[in-house]
């Protein structure tokens, strides 16, 4: 017995215990601390997770319209569906939110900028409108995790933690000619980059080729290389070879440019320069539907000029701005392609707003009394839209029936309408107009292939980013769509000179979309991306 007690109280084998007793305490507590940071950084992420979501989501709205702000701060509170699943939360709802936002300015939780520097990570100015919204910060309401374990060590909570990201919405237009034009609407002494210009639906605009440095000039974008050259290849080509760039930011290229208006030309079916007219490399096709106001013998080559395309021996001269040709009497003339607007047509400069903008009123019946031997009320019953609509169904419609319209049912209906060349009567050896191409291969639009005569156009506000020659992050407006009225060449001379080889006559079809559409292909491709 008294060994027991002696070698019982001379044992060690249970020294460790108090130590352990001891570190158990600080163990539990560092395992609760690892445990609740994991919960922690998990809705970190999940809270920066959903800024992501709702920065793109309210980006995706910014396309410069008007409810952008509004639109996009309704983006990015309602669409995002996110949950907090890691941390505990007071109250029954887990979804994460983001404050109400609606205004076009950099305050709040959503806000809006004009630009952004990535080099230095600094926001340009802020918005003050739904135009110059370029740029959106979203950041997501502040949340508090709340500890499983770490309370042992006297933490029951994590401070407020938030999510923020910054979105902008990139655009790309493709498989359309590097096309610009100074905005028309606006005044000579504009500072607003922004100013705008309302694309209405079927209106002409005179543009003219020359150095983008006024209202209403045509000029022209660099794309992967600079020189008259790459232009040509850009405006001629079937398949640009740039293929995309960007909807803002571009470079202007300019310079003598009237060259590149021969390689516009062969999506009317004329070869001015011959087999050079196309750069070579590329294919410069007519669309499939090229009428317009030239006509030759079957004999007579592709160029421009008296053994090849020309006018007419009495060709489309209206005197009066407003009132169309009267029918019968002699005056409509001998052949006519789709005609510009009666107020450019009077005179080289026109009568229309600045000599630019026209009000969308053309001779409607004067050109169905030329090419289709139709009175008004026959071409109001038998010209119907792609569903079999009449496109006139009363005398009140008729001012809403534009060239593109017509264009497009003549298209719809080729045997009948463009596919017959139409004999000049008196002229021998006998004049004809044609509507479908003799001269280069045509090329029809569908799903994938773009309209030849509808070409997409960066408006350009000039005179506010004082644009003189070459310049480089030039901020676009809006792009625009329209329709080629005619060939771009010389018509008259003197007094009854009607246009030059530098006007370009086009009209408005409207806003480019995004997407484009069956008789553009993809014209137009927004996609909103992360900053940071």
């Known amino acids: ?58 980006a995706s709205q910014l396309d410069g319209n008007a409810g952008a702000c509004a639109r996009a701060a309704a983006a990015a509170k309602d669409l995002l569906a996110n949950q907090t699943l890691f941390a505990n ?34 926001f340009g100015a802020a918005s003050t409108s739904d135009a110059d919204a370029h740029v959106v910060l979203v950041r997501v309401d502040p949340r508090q995790s709340f500890y499983a ?67 209403g000039n045509f000029g022209f974008l660099r794309t992967d290389a600079a020189g008259a050259q790459q232009v040509a290849k850009e405006v001629g080509y079937d398949n640009p070879p740039a293929g995309c760039m960007a909807t803002n930011g571009v470079s202007t290229e300019p310079g003598n440019m009237i060259s590149v208006r021969a390689a516009l030309n062969t999506r009317f079916d004329i070869s001015e320069n011959g087999s ?27 160029t421009l000029g008296n053994n090849g395309w020309r006018e007419g021996p009495m060709p489309y001269r209206p005197t009066d701005p407003v009132n169309p040709l009267p029918s019968g009497g002699g005056s409509d003339p001998t052949s006519m392609g789709f005609p510009r607007d009666m107020c450019h047509a009077v005179s080289l400069t026109g009568s229309c707003s600045g000599g630019i903008i026209g009000n969308g009123k053309w001779d409607i019946d004067a050109f169905f009394r030329v090419n289709y031997n139709m ?83 960066a408006v350009v506000n000039c005179n506010a980013q004082n644009l003189n020659g070459a310049e480089t992050n030039v901020q676009v407006r809006k792009w625009v769509d329209v329709f080629l009225v005619e060939p771009a060449i010389a018509r008259g001379n003197g007094p009854s ?15 480019t979309a995004s997407g484009g559409s069956a008789n553009n292909a993809v014209t137009r491709r927004d996609v909103p991306y992360l900053i940071r």
């Open 1 to 58: 017995m008294r060994r027991f007690v002696r070698n019982f109280l001379r044992s060690d084998t249970g020294s460790v215990a108090p130590t352990v007793g001891l570190s158990l305490f600080a163990l539990i507590a560092a395992g609760g601390i690892a445990f609740d940071y994991a919960r922690l950084a998990s809705m970190d992420t999940e809270l920066q997770n959903a800024a992501d979501q709702a920065a793109l989501a309210a």
């Open 89 to 122: 939360e007071t109250g029954s709802s887990r979804a994460i939110t983001v404050a109400d936002e609606a205004t076009c300015d950099a305050t709040g939780n959503i806000q809006f900028y004009q630009s952004y520097d990535r080099i230095n990570d600094t």
């Open 149 to 215: 374990l770490t309370p042992i060590v006297g933490a029951f909570s994590s401070p407020n933690i938030a999510g923020e990201a910054v979105a902008e919405l990139g655009s790309a237009i493709c498989k359309v000619p590097p096309v610009m034009m100074c905005n028309p609407a606006e005044p000579e002494s504009n500072t607003d980059i922004n100013y705008d210009f309302n694309a209405v639906e079927g209106q002409g605009l005179r543009l003219v080729i020359g150095d983008p440095d006024a209202p």
């Open 276 to 302: 050079t007219t196309c750069p070579a490399g590329g294919v410069c096709s007519s669309s499939r539907n090229s009428r317009k106001d030239l006509v030759k013998t079957d004999a007579d080559g592709c």
């Open 375 to 457: 009175v008004q009320s026959e071409w109001m019953t038998n010209v119907t839209d792609e569903n079999g609509n009449q496109l006139a169904p009363t005398v009140a419609d008729i001012p809403n029936v534009s060239r593109y319209d017509v264009y497009q049912w003549e298209l719809r209906n080729t045997a009948t309408t463009i596919d017959t060349p139409r004999t000049v009567t008196g002229t021998s050896p006998a004049l004809k107009s044609y509507s479908s191409p003799v001269c280069r291969g045509s090329i029809t639009p569908g799903p994938t292939v773009p309209d030849r005569r509808r070409i997409s156009v």
């Open 497 to 511: 000179q009607r246009s030059t080889n530098g006007d370009i006559y086009v009209e408005v079809i409207g806003v």
